[in-house]
């Protein structure tokens, strides 16, 4: 690190942008709290939202703006072999089309119109045994 003539050490160029940032953010955040108490709006919604924006916008800030790694925190590459594997391709000879449809999820009744479930055999609004 090289030596500053006044304070004995020199941060980093973006340290002080992060600071700088920072006291930004808090003086935003604040002329934000002034003007939602001066427009009468409750103190605890104001108090919890002052809150809730400084976690949201301290966390860049703190950790820096590289976007490099969230790219590959959420975009995480397989490692791929150079070689090429070929599934063998399975022929089915005999495919046979013959099967039998489950019963239907609702049915009405014939005789009132009512819906009922497939595994009821009775209407029980009317009695019938018949149900399309």
Do not use: W
């Not at 604040?30 to 916008?57: D, R």
């Amino acid at each position: 690190m090289k030596r500053d003539r006044k304070n004995g050490i020199h941060y980093p160029k973006t340290l002080k942008i992060r600071i700088f940032g920072g006291i930004l953010y808090i003086i935003i955040l604040l002329s934000i709290f002034i003007l939602l108490i001066i427009s009468n709006v409750n103190v605890i919604i104001s108090i919890l939202l002052i809150v809730f924006l400084f976690l949201l916008g301290i966390g860049p800030i703190i950790s820096g703006f590289n976007k490099q790694r969230l790219h590959s925190l959420f975009h995480r590459r397989t490692p791929r072999s150079n070689e090429i594997k070929e599934t063998p391709v399975k022929r089915v000879n005999n495919l046979s089309l013959n099967f039998e449809y489950k019963s239907a999820l609702l049915k009405k009744c014939s005789k009132c119109g009512m819906l009922l479930i497939g595994s009821v055999k009775i209407c029980p609004n009317c009695g019938n045994r018949e149900l399309d």
